[in-house]
Structure formats: C-alpha cells, structure tokens
C-alpha cells in the first residue's frame, strides 16, 4: 500500500480546505498536490508545496536584462532561449517541494545530488515499516559486459524464480532480527532491554522503503532529471524520474518543453564529434581511427547521430 491511512486523511483534509492566495499558482500543480504517484511496488512521490510558474522565470530573466534591453518579448521564445544557453539562474527562482517514499538503494543514488534541502525519516527515532522492494521477475538482469554500472539481457525464469526467493527471505528474515532486537520481550517471553533503535537498523537490508522531503530549485530539478530519466539510468531510480517528469510539466509547461527539447531530447557534441561531422557533411568518409576519438566517445558519437 503507498499511503497509510493517516496519510490519505491528511491529503483529504489538506486538499478539502483551500485557501485563498496573492501569489501566482500554477493551476496543473495545484490539480497534484498534496496527491500521491505510485511508485514501484510501495513507493510514491507527491507535491507538498512549491513556488513560482514560468512566469517567474521571464521575471527574474528581463531584471537581469535591465530597462531597455529586453531582446525577446515572448515569454516562451525567453525560455528557450534561457535553456538554449545555458542559464541557470532564472530557473532558481522556482521551487518544488516533494515527499518521496522510496528504497533505501534509491535514496543513496539520489543523495549524490547534493543541490536540494533534505529531511529523511529518522529510523533512529522511529521504527520502520515492514516494507521491502521486490522488483518484478523481468526487472531482474544479469550484468551488462560493456557497461559495468548497467544490465544485461534478463535472467532466465529459473533464476529468477531463485533470485526473488533470496529476496524475500533475506528482507524477511532481517526484519524479524530487527524487531526482537528492539523489542522489550525476549524470546522466551521475558523481559528485556532491547537494543536502541539507532542500533538495530543496520541489520536493515538496503531494499528497506524509507521516506523523505526534498527541496529543490527547478535548475537543479533539470539536472536531476536529465541524469535520472535517461535511459542509462538505473530503472528503479529512473521511474521516480519519469514520475516527477509529469509533475514538472504540469508545472511550468513552457520550461518542461525546452528543457525536454534542449536537455532530454537533445545531445551535446565536442569538438571533435562537430569537425567529424562536418567532413562527414561534406561527404568525407570518417572513421573511428580518423576521428581523432577514443572507442567510447566514437560509440556514443555514432549513437547521437544514428
């Protein structure tokens, strides 16, 4: 289950009593918040609060220009302008509130983004929820052989089947540990200390669902996203990804659609990768000896340009 029932009464309270507002809203953000997106199998990510619409980043853009020196008077032509060149800070005068539940490996990949305020739920104040990330049996893969942070073809149904038992067992069995470590009955049924909370989590495995807010800027929100909804990116993170992709578009429609043009749709070149295509515009033969490029970056080269 996503939510517990505590937090579904406190969306429909929250959501049942609006109030009214002076400050520019963005009315496909206010249709979200509060609500809760699935996740994988118990996580979700929502809307708790944000500020600013891509009006505010045409704002923030033309005071910085300074009287008489607006050269785009369209507000979207200004977006794509700003993405197009590598603006960022426009872009920080918007922010977005999240709560995200998520497992525990996740949250360690996306804490290397070290650009946002975050508070996690405390394990040493709390105990957490009997609640693993079990990935569908087509989740699992074997390693890839040219990518050593990737995978590969898919496990056959054998060990698979194999591999979700361990799974299950292994979170099962360490969760059990955890409880009669803090609990304050022993085995037998008499008294015990129990071991501090702050103690017994890291008996905890990492497919554990832990929860927490993060605050971002929405500069830093493209960066996150053009690194996590990239089809290179782990699925279990990109998912959260593609989910706050909607999100932001619903949010600052103008700034989604240059950012998913110039960023996720679009690829940088080097210097080398520009001359090689030039020749090749030219109807030179270029190969990756002649390029000048190593065989990784004339990979991806052949990549980008298909």
Not at 135 to 145: K, T
Request: net charge negative; with cysteine; aromatic share 10%.
């Amino acid at each position: 289950m996503p939510l517990s029932p505590e937090q579904e009464a406190e969306i429909a309270q929250q959501r049942a009593t609006p109030v009214p507002t002076l400050r520019a809203v963005s009315p496909g953000l206010e249709a979200r918040l509060y609500t809760a997106q699935p996740v994988l199998d118990h996580g979700f990510v929502r809307v708790i609060d944000y500020m600013g619409d891509d009006a505010a980043i045409c704002q923030a853009a033309r005071v910085s220009y300074g009287r008489g020196t607006k050269a785009v008077s369209n507000d979207e032509g200004l977006i794509r302008y700003l993405m197009r060149h590598w603006h960022s800070t426009p872009f920080e005068m918007c922010e977005i509130k999240l709560h995200v539940k998520l497992p525990v490996f996740v949250a360690r990949q996306w804490i290397r983004h070290r650009t946002a305020n975050v508070n996690e739920y405390s394990a040493r104040y709390s105990i957490l929820d009997r609640e693993f990330y079990i990935p569908e049996a087509s989740a699992l893969a074997a390693q890839s052989r040219q990518n050593n942070q990737g995978r590969g073809e898919s496990l056959g149904p054998e060990e698979a089947a194999r591999v979700l038992d361990w799974l299950k067992a292994d979170a099962g069995r360490a969760y059990d540990h955890y409880e009669a470590m803090i609990s304050d009955t022993a085995p037998d049924g008499s008294p015990q200390q129990g071991l501090a909370r702050e103690l017994a989590r890291m008996n905890l495995p990492a497919n554990i669902y832990t929860q927490w807010y993060w605050k971002v800027d929405l500069h830093n929100l493209f960066h996150f996203l053009r690194l996590r909804a990239d089809a290179h990116a782990q699925w279990e993170i990109r998912v959260y990804a593609e989910a706050i992709c909607e999100m932001v578009r619903d949010w600052v429609p103008a700034a989604y659609a240059a950012f998913e043009d110039y960023r996720l749709g679009g690829a940088q070149l080097s210097a080398k990768a520009l001359d090689c295509l030039r020749r090749m515009l030219k109807g030179e033969e270029v190969t990756q000896e002649t390029s000048g490029m190593s065989k990784g970056e004339w990979r991806e080269f052949q990549g980008v340009i298909g």
